[in-house]
């Protein structure tokens, strides 16, 4: 190794060259504070003299090997000083040199301003900081501190490791002879307990707690815990160690033994208690003892409202509170978390009711009540869902809370319903004004050849349109999607709403019933029935050359997906997902998401097919609902009844007592139609309706999405791994750089992609670890942070196994990027 002309290496090395040059020339080289060793062995195996050092050789032993081997130039070290030595001491008078000049003054020859009055506290530090500044430049010393030279031997990432490592960390660091320093900087730069009177594992529990009480302390500085002695004070110090705890919490390596830490430290504080007798609740987030008592504080109060708007206002005041500790470590990065989103969820929802409680009392004309639906008043509906899924691990505290707000938000619901049914039938003007679902399909293919699909999805309210924009929208450089609203036909079932999807003015279909008065007939011109779904199908065929129809199913499958040609621009795609999930009980149970990420998914592959048009329309609504028995009409109307069901009757010269008339779209007929959530006694069960006069029934969306003729998906960088030293391993992605144009705006023919992450075993190519949800990567957008989970222990590779982290296209599995990594956890020691 060359060393730098100007360096220590250098000096040393021409002043041992001295005697070493003479013929058998040799120095015996006296270090009782053993600070020379580890530089004489570097600078000998650089330029290649002899060095007899090994600290275990007994002196005897050494002098009897001098004996009888051959004189040579070479060095000789002992770790006494001259006067110290014993066996040894008969050869002493033949040395060349005789070397006991300690490294502090040698360091002082060569150059280094060491101040007198720091000696003692730099001395310690000067072995492990010559080793490492060997080969530099002197004027690389010329700000050479007791400080300086600290945090370069163990700076702030190496407390870090210790602290959140695994085991054996203080054995290395006394072997690499830096133990020492490695105590002083968490003492004196970090006010740590002393890593020289315990044990590792005692003083990684102790140093938590240290943690976890100076945090809540700086947080709360006049209702301090008890435990002072555990709180850094106030300075520089204060400001390391939480510095030092935020980036164990964020560090995606570090994150589990985080959550290990604290739950072995802090049983050891009294943070619970001192949480339970703050009345303002603390900001600090490090305890996991402290979020659980808080929790428990806010549920015990909420449980003790009776008055149901009450409730619903203090989880609404209590909001940004919930939301807060939900972003938390313990309320969203932990592995066993606190219930704060649940709470968060719920105040979301309170905040839906209280925003629209008595919303129905500013509606002068049923106008009102339309604007306020497609507005804002679409996202109570979203709120109802979320209130009414299931939701497993659900905390049962809760339920009670939750069966609370059901009641609120049914009572909310059925007010907007009555108010809208009054205005109704008094002007049905406005909600005739409004374009059918097949208008604004038609205004928007007219004139423009662009390839394009177009999407029937049964049963898709105005919320599910708003929520599917908004998940295509998600992570793209401009809006790809927009919600437009439209008229559903009365009654709104699918057998009248499919052809009032077809794109064709609704003036041209005529609407009646057949001669059995079991279903719906539509005709335009000389069509057969449009509400036969092969008719409507032959209807595409004959009047826009449409070749093929596929299913969601098919889309998303993707064997039957053929790339957009100019031949053939238009594709029909048919979805019923919404209305037989609603029926059958499962929509109500477990939400939309799952159907919405589907439907996603499905038209990012027609984009990725060449479809640059996705247009999206329904034939109805419906809401959820379990009428009370006071809510059920017992008379059906009077008059010519022709179709009944239990949210229509339609005929001729119908009456009835509180039921209102509303027209038959496109036909002579008349239906009449219970107010509000109420309901004719027929067939079927009940639960999930269609067919009446609701904003949620009649109002519905279409959706146009666009996409750039020249579309390109954003790549992606995965960020290195190295090592995977968890169970529950976090890996970090971000945008490709052509994406992260952020000072001049992102290109808007990127389009963002949504990826998963796989760690698979490079031997037998199993999965491993890999995330469950597909992760959205904005073009713009900065790094993220995935976080995995083990696949099957039963396939775990042993400790040592290389793995590959793969990240591919959630669409389509190609493979985006991979790195090769090595397994450093033993998985059956946490399962």
């Keep these: 190794m060359n060393s730098n002309g100007s360096s220590f290496h250098t000096w040393l090395t021409s002043r041992i060259r001295t005697t070493l040059q003479k013929e058998n020339g040799w120095i015996l080289w006296c270090d009782p504070r053993r600070e020379w060793l580890d530089l004489l062995k570097k600078a000998a195996g650089a ?117 959140a490592g695994g085991a054996g960390m203080f054995d290395q660091l006394r072997s690499d002879g830096k133990f020492e320093i490695f105590a002083r900087r968490a003492r004196e730069d970090f006010g740590l307990p002393d890593p020289e009177q315990m044990d590792l594992e005692a003083w990684r529990r102790e140093t938590t707690a240290v943690l976890l009480c100076t945090e809540a302390a700086e947080a709360h500085p006049r209702s301090l815990p008890p435990e002072t002695n555990r709180i850094v004070p106030p300075g520089l110090p204060r400001e390391h160690a939480l510095a030092l705890l935020r980036q164990w919490e964020e560090n995606i390596t570090y994150i589990p033994s985080f959550e290990r830490a604290v739950r072995k430290a802090d049983p050891t504080t009294s943070l619970g208690s001192w949480a339970e007798s703050l009345t303002v609740p603390p900001v600090s987030k490090g305890s996991r003892i402290v979020e659980e008592v808080l929790f428990k504080r806010h549920v015990e109060r909420l449980q003790g409202i009776d008055n149901i708007e009450a409730l619903a206002e203090e989880l609404d005041k209590h909001q940004q509170v919930f939301k807060d500790r939900e972003d938390g470590f313990w309320g969203s990065v932990a592995t066993d978390i606190v219930g704060w989103r649940h709470l968060s969820l719920l105040a979301r929802i309170a905040h839906q009711l209280v925003v629209h409680k008595g919303a129905e009392e500013t509606w002068a004309h049923a106008d009102g009540a339309i604007e306020w639906y497609s507005t804002v008043g679409w996202s109570l509906d979203a709120a109802g869902e ?63 050849h662009t390839r394009t699909a177009y999407i029937f999805l049964d049963a898709l309210r105005l919320d599910l349109g708003y929520r599917l924009a908004e998940k295509i929208n998600e992570g793209e450089p401009e809006q790809r999607a927009d919600v437009r609203i439209a008229r559903a ?112 998914a499905a038209i990012r592959r027609l984009r990725d097919a060449g479809y640059s048009r996705v247009i999206i329309v329904t034939d109805h609504g419906f809401f959820h609902w379990q009428p009370e028995p006071n809510e059920i009409e017992e008379d059906k109307p009077e008059g010519e009844r022709l179709w009944t069901s239990r949210r229509a009757v339609v005929g001729r010269n119908l009456s009835h007592k509180t039921a209102i ?88 023919n990127l389009l963002s992609r949504k990826v998963l992450v796989k760690v698979k075993d490079s031997q037998t190519g199993k999965v ?32 040592g196994s290389k793995l590959r982290v793969v990240v591919v296209d959630a669409d389509d599995e190609e493979i985006l990027a991979s790195e090769e990594v090595e397994l450093r956890v033993e998985i059956d020691e946490f399962w």
């Design 47 to 163: 330029e290649g003299f002899e060095l007899w050092a090994d600290p275990d050789e007994h002196e005897l032993t050494l002098r009897n090997r001098f004996a009888t081997g051959p004189r040579k130039n070479r060095i000789v070290w002992l770790p006494c000083s001259e006067e110290e030595i014993t066996w040894f001491r008969v050869f002493e008078p033949e040395a060349d040199q005789i070397w006991e000049t300690r490294l502090v003054s040698a360091l002082r020859d060569y150059g280094v301003q060491i101040p007198g009055d720091r000696e003692d506290e730099l001395v310690p530090l000067l072995p492990a900081y010559v080793n490492e500044r060997f080969d530099s430049p002197r004027s690389d010393w010329k700000d050479f501190t007791a400080g300086s030279a600290k945090g370069e031997l163990v700076n702030d990432r190496k407390i870090l490791e210790v602290l």
């Design 386 to 448: 979320a209130l009414f899924a299931e939701i497993p691990d659900l905390p049962e505290e809760l339920k009670p809370i939750r069966e609370s707000l059901r009641r609120q938000y049914l009572r909310t619901v059925d007010r907007a319903g009555r108010a809208f049914s009054d205005l109704l039938e008094t002007d049905q003007t406005a909600l005739m004004a409004l374009p059918t679902a097949g208008e604004r399909a038609l205004s928007i293919l007219a004139g423009n």
């Design 489 to 600: 036909p009365v009654p709104s079932i699918t057998s009248l709403g499919k052809p009032f999807a077809l794109p064709v003015d609704s003036h041209a279909l005529n609407v009646n019933l057949s001669p059995d008065r079991k279903m719906f007939h539509v005709t335009s011109e000389e069509s057969g029935n449009l509400a036969i779904a092969e008719t409507w199908r032959d209807w595409f065929r004959q009047t826009m050359g449409v070749t093929t129809f596929l299913s969601i199913e098919e889309i998303v499958d993707g064997r039957k997906m053929k790339k957009a040609t100019a031949s053939s621009p238009l594709l029909v795609v048919e979805g019923a997902e919404f209305d037989t999930a609603g029926h059958d009980g499962s929509l109500k149970q477990d939400g939309a998401d799952d159907y919405l990420d589907r439907y996603t």
């Design 661 to 748: 008339p509303v027209p038959v779209s496109s036909s002579g007929l008349t239906a009449m139609v219970p107010r509000s959530v109420n309901a004719f006694r027929t067939y079927g069960g009940l639960g999930f309706f269609h067919g009446g006069a609701t904003l949620q029934e009649l109002i519905i969306p279409v959706i146009q999405v666009h996409w750039p003729q020249r579309a390109k998906k954003v790549n992606v960088v995965l960020k290195p791994v190295g090592v995977i030293t968890s169970e529950m391993p976090r890996v970090q992605i971000e945008p490709g750089a052509e994406g992260q144009q952020k000072l001049i705006g992102s290109d808007a």
């Design 768 to 799: 491993i670890f890999r995330n469950n949800d597909a992760v959205t990567i904005d073009p713009a957008g900065g790094i993220q942070v995935i976080a995995l989970s083990l696949v099957g222990v039963s396939s775990a590779p042993p400790f």
